[in-house]
């Protein structure tokens, strides 16, 4: 292209929102690119190609680009280009020297602006294209949401979520065509919202727990009835301690090999959502309880059901992995160390005296650390109280 690519933001209020920078590289532009929605918004140029995108867009996006390679194309994007935006993904497309973006205030700080929050202290979550259990996470007590809309049915959708987890009394604003001359604003309960809503829309909720409503932490060591479970479940404690010792980091993958429950995965998914896990497991019915955990504790577990090792030929390496059942089958434990990326950490936990002595050879011939974990809790013992030993943990962790 002789001339860089230039995406321009573009806001509800349309032209007259546009700054001269924009209008000028919009109205000198051969062809624009945009939703029908946006390119309606604009005056006519009869000179000018234009071209509405498609559904979904990312199988036409790379089409159109060719198609009009040569001339001075200018690409529509909602607010700014840059935040949850197609201007992100052009740039990764085509490099940052290749492409030219002009921002507009982006519907967050156009929500911001309205509720009177700081941009700082509000955690966004976008719902354009993703499940709505990715909000799960982040409903904490006084936690400030602003929630990006996939349509009307969103805010409905959101509410009844937050009554489901107990916090029907969350302040619940529905923010509708912001920044255009019909933009409304509407505050209540999420317990109580209701109504018809445009489909431009933005949430922002201020998050209240209901009185007694169990409080689900994004650190590790969830309570064991968080879980689904047949028993095949990493208990609290030892999850905390295994979690510390896999340490996950922001962008990383995580090999959970025997999932079970598929606490580790989930818990490590929840301490940012740019982690990411692959569980193995062998059981399609514990498979899809796994599943139903991951979507209700709101992260993307990627499931693979089959036996390690087996399973994991084809998978990417990861930076960390947890082996929390089937490590005395033979070739488990080589598999997973020959995979894991340099600095990556391998966790194996044990309770068998067999999986111990297939630790402690290891232990001899790796080194690493080796930690014996016992917890006791307290139970009725009569009319008085003692205490009843779980099972013994043998956790051994290495870096690579």
Known sequence: MPDPLTVVGIGADGWPGLSPTAQQAVTTAEVLLGSTRQLALLPTNEGQVRVAWSSPLSESLTGLLATHRGRRICVLASGDPTFHGIGTTLTRML?????????????????????GWPQDQVQVISLVGHPLELVQPHVQ???????????????????ELLVQR????????????????????????????SGE???????G???????GVELLSTAPGLPDSAY?????????????????????????LLWDVGGGAGSIAIEWLRHHPSCRAVAIEQDPDRAKRLDRNAATLGVAVRTVVGSAPAALESLE????????GGATVPGVIETCWEALRPGGRLVVNGVTLETEALIARWYAELGGDLVRLAVQRASAVGTMTGWRPAMPVTIWSLTK
């Open 95 to 115: 490099g940052a020297e290749a492409v030219r973006v002009i921002p507009h205030p982006s519907s967050v700080s156009l929500a911001c602006a309205r509720l």
């Open 141 to 159: 007590p006084g936690r400030r949401l602003v929630i990006l809309s996939w349509g009307a049915q969103t805010p409905g959708e959101v509410a």
């Open 166 to 193: 107990g916090y029907g009394g969350s302040a619940f604003t529905v923010l509708e065509q912001l920044g255009s001359g019909e933009e409304r604003v509407r505050s209540t309960r999420a317990d109580e919202w």
């Open 197 to 203: 809503v445009d489909a431009l829309n933005v949430i």
């Open 205 to 211: 909720v201020l998050c209240a727990a209901d009185d």
């Open 228 to 252: 689904e479970s047949d028993g095949q479940l990493t208990k609290r404690e030892v999850r905390a301690v295994t979690l510390s010792r896999l340490a996950p980091v922001p962008g990383q």
């Open 317 to 324: 390496s990861p930076d960390a992995i947890f082996v929390g």
